[in-house]
């Protein structure tokens, strides 16, 4: 579990596509006020590696491309950790494309 500020499209696109890159990343979770652009695309690109993207209701383009979007940040980290566990019975393909 981390967490990192950043500022900037450039900035947090550049940590987005490094999560693909981190051995042992199960999931990633975005929590900003408005993400869109590059993001979006490094998001399409994590989630092309195999890494599910949980993001928090915001303007911009992230929500629309992460697999389940919810409005608060302790949810977006509960689902996170069940989605990894291996005791909790949750899985975050039978709720993909929903927002909570």
């Given at each position: 579990?981390?967490?990192?500020p950043?500022?900037?499209?450039?900035?947090?696109?550049?940590?987005?596509?490094?999560?693909?890159?981190?051995?042992?990343?199960?999931?990633?979770?975005?929590?900003?006020?408005?993400?869109?652009?590059?993001?979006?695309?490094?998001?399409?690109?994590?989630?092309?590696?195999?890494?599910?993207?949980?993001?928090?209701?915001?303007?911009?383009?992230?929500?629309?491309?992460a697999?389940?979007?919810?409005?608060?940040?302790?949810?977006?980290?509960?689902?996170?950790?069940?989605?990894?566990?291996?005791?909790?019975?949750?899985?975050?393909?039978?709720?993909?494309?929903?927002?909570?």
């Amino acid at each position: 579990v981390d967490t990192i500020p950043l500022v900037g499209e450039k900035t947090v696109a550049q940590a987005v596509d490094a999560v693909a890159r981190l051995p042992r990343a199960a999931i990633l979770v975005l929590a900003g006020s408005l993400m869109g652009g590059e993001i979006s695309h490094a998001v399409d690109r994590v989630k092309d590696a195999g890494i599910p993207v949980i993001a928090l209701r915001m303007a911009g383009s992230v929500p629309e491309h992460a697999d389940l979007v919810v409005t608060d940040p302790i949810q977006a980290g509960v689902f996170a950790v069940m989605h990894v566990s291996g005791k909790a019975v949750f899985d975050i393909k039978r709720v993909r494309g929903r927002q909570f």
